[in-house]
């Protein structure tokens, strides 16, 4: 076909330019951020134990599966969607007659679980997605007709989308702002939070949200000015704590830091409040027979998930709890070293 005179010339666009020979920011990992035009590179990374930029990875499906063993015409909620990997896994399982109903309270990540489901076939009739967080499921459930429910999967924490993206605030790896909302229409971000409380208050956050035994030397550090950016937290709470223990190993120092920001994340998300809200009305949402499984990655929601768990078994409202915590296999830890820190708990409805 003759090429018309009036037709554009066709437009060469530059790779993203980066320092160094492979990409280090996140905006910069364009192969990474679009898998299905690079899927060797991505095979790549994961290959590696790594995972891909802007994407997340399910941790413990095949443990998750087998605890909450669906099957066809059963009708499921997956309380945090995320990515959707959990819920993919369900559906197949449900099918034919079963339906899956998909929280998550981030608003810029639902609309791209939702697509990527309808992609692989699972239409209106079979998957529902709904922005809102889990404290609310009761009223969820009681819109949508559905309640009680057979499963219930809550996969809690921060997803890898959150986490690696700098813009979100998740992370010190990148510079971004102090910000760590998962819903950032609503509420007061970590800078405002850290404005607004006193040392005390702080220093109660940090030893609440993650056992951080530094805590009044961190929450003294962070009140001595405003803070806008991630990397200016990790920058002041390392100086700190190496002026005041000069001993103090890397690892060490990382872990204090890694604490400070969940504790963070979990003040300015309310996460506790609304991780206790679901755990009181999960019996009502259950099915008699029904299965729940929780998956947590930090000591305060797994004390909270196993308590509440006991506490139903002896109330004769759980038939069967776990006999202890599920863990990733060492297979999956080498391949998602994210998988490392979660934690699985299971019960069933009497």
């Known amino acids: 076909m003759l090429k018309r005179p009036t037709d554009p010339p066709p437009v060469h666009t ?10 280090r920011g996140f905006h910069e990992k364009y192969k990474e951020l679009n898998p299905e035009r ?5 095979q790549k990374v994961l290959a590696s134990g790594k995972t891909p930029a802007g994407t997340h990875r399910p941790i413990m499906v095949a443990e998750v599966l087998d ?22 896994a369900i559906l197949e399982r449900v099918q034919p007659g079963g339906r899956l109903i998909g929280l998550d309270v981030d608003p810029l990540e639902l609309p791209r679980t939702e697509a990527r489901l309808r992609a692989e076939g699972f239409g209106p009739d079979t998957f529902i997605a709904r922005h809102g967080n889990f404290a609310g499921l009761p009223q969820v459930l009681a819109t949508e007709g559905v309640a009680p429910v057979d499963l219930i999967l809550a996969d809690l924490g921060v997803s890898s989308m959150q ?23 609503r509420g007061e971000s970590a800078s405002q939070m850290l404005a607004r409380l006193s040392e005390a208050q702080l220093e109660h956050v940090l030893t609440e949200n993650a056992d951080e035994p530094h ?3 961190i929450a ?13 937290v990790d920058r ?35 996460e506790f409040s609304a991780l ?31 308590k509440a768990f006991q506490a139903g078994y002896r109330a004769g409202v759980y038939s069967a709890v776990a006999d202890a915590v599920i863990r990733a296999t060492m297979e999956e830890t080498r391949a998602n070293r994210r998988a490392s820190s979660a934690k699985l708990r299971w019960a069933s409805r009497e």
């Open 276 to 306: 206790d809200s679901l755990l009181r009305t999960l019996p009502q949402c259950l099915a008699p027979g029904g299965r729940v499984a929780v998956l947590t990655f930090h000591s305060g929601e797994d004390r909270r998930v196993k």
């Open 236 to 270: 002041l709470v390392r100086a700190g704590i190496t002026a005041a223990f000069p001993n103090v190993t890397k690892p060490d120092l990382k872990m204090s830091v890694r604490r400070t920001l969940q504790a963070l994340r979990i003040a300015v998300n309310d």
């Open 163 to 185: 986490l690696d993206n700098p813009d979100r605030g998740f992370s010190q790896r990148g510079p971004g702002p102090l910000d760590m909302r998962m819903n950032p229409t």
């Open 220 to 232: 003294r550090i962070l009140k001595q000015q405003p803070l806008e950016k991630t990397q200016a």
């Open 67 to 88: 605890c909450l063993r669906p099957t066809a015409g059963e009708v499921a909620v997956d309380c945090t969607l995320g990515g959707g990997g959990h819920a993919l």
């Open 38 to 42: 690079y899927p060797a590179d991505v």
């Open 14 to 23: 530059r790779r993203p330019r980066y320092a160094g020979t492979n990409p």
């Open 215 to 217: 805590a009044r030397l």
